[in-house]
């Protein structure tokens, strides 16, 4: 009796990452705030619709007081948003919310950022100067925070930058990472800064705004391209074609 073959085995099953772009569940309003939580926890009073897009640098996400609450509420209660010193209304203090892991699992599908140029920083003034601390996974990115803020005129260095490479570091409210650490004393110019000298040197992102704002001037260097080639190829079309010989 002939032995019955056996089926070829079933190839493996490519598993997604979670939350891809198509089905991240932060979308519209939920999305504007999310941008807004993605490196800070954030007393609700701040995420009224009243001032959010100047204070956010992120369009308005158009909800009423009631309306807003009620969303949040709804993404607590699907584990993407979490309160932190809940009853701290009890004691005259605002409730304050933030992303938890998953938000920011869902916020990282919906933006796809760059995290080895993301960058983190902290300004203190001391007795003597100012105290500088730039982190973030790349060195180079970090660097190029403090010669884009020397040349904006954000800050002046007054020092050497000591440099420090730390592992599993809290740099946001629900990520860690291993980031560089540079910390150097300077002064504060007492000319106005250029944002747009800045933006144009500066090869990180510190926020969602930056992230759409890089994101608008990649399109809109690649419609000014497809734009000339399109020139171009008119002009090829309307010039004369050469007499044959």
């Excluded at 190839?11 to 999310?34: D, E, F």
């Excluded at 592992?167 to 300077?186: E, H, N, Q, T, Y």
């Excluded at 090869?203 to 705004?209: H, I, N, Q, T």
């Amino acid at each position: 009796m002939a032995k019955k073959r056996r089926r070829p085995a079933p190839p493996p099953i490519k598993r997604q990452l979670a939350l891809p772009v198509s089905t991240s569940p932060l979308r519209g309003a939920i999305l504007a705030i999310a941008d807004a939580l993605v490196d800070q926890d954030i007393p609700t009073p701040a995420l009224t619709n009243r001032g959010f897009a100047e204070k956010f640098g992120s369009p308005s996400h158009g909800l009423d007081d009631v309306a807003l609450a009620r969303l949040l509420d709804e993404y607590v209660g699907r584990g993407l948003l979490r309160w932190r010193g809940r009853a701290d209304h009890l004691l005259g203090r605002p409730d304050v919310i933030g992303l938890t892991a998953a938000g920011g699992a869902a916020w990282e599908a919906a933006r796809t950022p760059d995290w080895d140029r993301y960058v983190d920083v902290t300004l203190r003034e001391t007795r003597e100067d100012w105290r500088l601390e730039v982190r973030s996974p790349s060195k180079d990115a970090a660097y190029s925070y403090l010669s884009a803020g020397e040349a904006a005129a954000l800050h002046v260095l007054t020092g050497k930058p000591r440099w420090k490479k730390l592992p599993g570091a809290a740099v946001l409210p629900w990520r860690k990472m291993s980031v560089w650490v540079a910390r150097v004393s300077c002064r504060i110019p007492a000319m106005a800064p250029d944002p747009v000298r800045f933006a144009k040197q500066f090869a990180g992102w510190r926020s969602a705004r930056d992230l759409r704002d890089a994101r608008e001037r990649a399109e809109a260097a690649k419609a000014e391209a497809r734009a000339a080639r399109a020139e171009k190829a008119d002009k090829a079309k309307a010039e004369p074609a050469a007499p044959a010989e």
